[in-house]
């Protein structure tokens, strides 16, 4: 069995960070490109943040399968037993599928509806239903793309989807700008739309990769097997924990730009901005989080109670070191941040009077997503799902209402996210030392 050491946590972790926060490089370029666009970019912009918000949330929801898929896998991998979830990989992969035409399915037909409900209207709202119409066919790449990942965690392999994620990111900037913008005699300047044909077309490229590394790589295949297998019980279990669990977390990135919205649209350009710089420092410290979810759910499956809380030790203090780096970064760089998303004077003023509230709360994050990633790893689904209900309905909801009723604004938005995240680590902490301090389950 591997040790917990600072080599085995950062071959995962690395790679995870590298492929964790390709997603959100795809929707910070998709704003910083739309967002200096001649034609309308407050306009523009504020719909691309809005849908970029909605489908985060989808697909955080739905993409919950990858994370119970890893951690079975990587239970069974410690347990040494991966015959056992053969056949359960493949019904994993159909079964997101299947799931993500659903969605695409209802949510595209509904598109304007969905975005009146985020208090959008007149060019605003027509932006973000045409704009999200194309996203949405990227469901079913992303979603299946996901599940692969989840196999290659499982299997403590983060540098696959490092691979597959890094071309994608990469392949969407250079698409924005050739789509967005156009190319003289070549392409025609799309302006939102080509920004939304880019990032399907990065998507597919994944799933593409994704899939000769599942097939060349791992012990798994895609045949479906007519018995269902014993663990589906279990996957589906702790997927259901985890949708309502994402649901919630959701329900507040929704509340929050809903209320953005309503104070106007320099604030919800201003907020996309905000909520989308906050996402990819998320997915940055969440590739410690990866790790922990891998080697948590391999160390559960070898009953190594000590070495689960040496890795909870370890990582924590990595995470920490990578968000007081990001802090410092930022601060460095403060004002210039924001000029790369919009030259508009008004939204820039708000951006910078609320970003450092983003900045502080980093340390808090990184303690509850590496948490999540371990607690997620040994299947403590339900407890997830208690502590995100308690944090967004007890926490993050009072606070933004008493925060809006005293005008507080995007002040108090960022307020009630600072309450949220405190709960989530406070209570994900003491769980883990209750159960694991004295390296004992």
Avoid at 64 to 77: E, G, P, W, Y
Avoid at 401 to 428: E, H, P, T
Wanted: net charge positive; with cysteine.
């Amino acid at each position: 069995m591997a040790a917990v050491t600072f080599k085995s946590i950062n071959q995962l972790a690395i790679p995870a960070i590298i492929a964790g926060i390709a997603e959100p490089l795809i929707s910070l370029t998709d704003i910083a490109i739309i967002g200096n666009v001649e034609q309308d970019p407050v306009e523009a912009l504020a719909a691309a943040g809005i849908v970029g918000s909605f489908l985060s949330a989808i697909i955080w929801i739905v993409a919950q399968t990858k994370t119970a898929i890893s951690a079975l896998v990587s239970q069974h991998f410690g347990a040494g037993r991966l015959h056992a979830v053969k056949t359960l990989v493949p019904q994993a992969i159909f079964f997101n599928f299947l799931l993500s035409l659903l969605i695409y399915a209802v949510t595209a037909y509904f598109a304007a509806a969905i975005f009146s409900a985020y208090n959008a209207e007149g060019l605003v709202l027509n932006y973000a239903a045409d704009y999200y119409q194309i996203r949405a066919i990227g469901y079913p790449l992303t979603l299946v793309t996901f599940a692969l990942f989840g196999v290659f965690r499982g299997l403590q392999n983060t540098l696959w989807a490092m691979k597959c994620s890094l071309t994608g990111a990469i392949l969407n900037v250079g698409l924005d700008f050739a789509l967005v913008y156009g190319i003289d005699g070549w392409i025609p300047a799309m302006h939102l739309e080509g920004a939304a044909y880019a990032s399907v077309i990065a998507q597919l490229v994944m799933l593409i990769m994704a899939l000769y590394f599942f097939f060349k790589k791992t012990p798994f295949h895609l045949g479906l097997s007519r018995n269902i297998n014993p663990q589906m019980r279990a996957l589906l279990l702790m997927s259901g924990n985890l949708f309502v669990r994402t649901a919630a977390l959701n329900f507040a990135i929704y509340l929050a730009n809903a209320y953005a919205t309503g104070y106007g649209k320099n604030f919800i350009a201003a907020q996309s901005i905000l909520m989308n710089i906050w996402l990819f420092f998320s997915f940055f410290i969440d590739g410690y989080a990866n790790a922990g979810n891998a080697m948590g759910g391999r160390l559960l499956g070898a009953k190594d109670y000590s070495g689960l809380w040496l890795l909870s030790k370890k990582i924590s203090k990595y995470s920490l070191i990578i968000a007081v780096t990001l802090i410092g970064i930022c601060a460095l760089f403060y004002e210039e941040i924001g000029l790369i998303f919009s030259k508009e004077a008004s939204v820039l003023v708000l951006f910078s009077s609320v970003f450092w509230m983003v900045l502080v709360m980093q340390p808090v994050n990184a303690i509850a997503f590496m948490f999540d990633g371990i607690f997620k790893g040994l299947g403590e689904a339900k407890y997830l799902r208690n502590v995100l209900l308690a944090a967004t309905f007890l926490g993050f909801t009072p606070a933004l209402l008493i925060g809006d009723y005293f005008g507080l604004k995007l002040y108090a938005i960022w307020i009630a996210f600072f309450v949220w995240m405190l709960i989530r680590s406070s209570a994900l902490v003491i769980k883990f030392r209750s159960k694991y301090l004295h390296g004992e389950a």
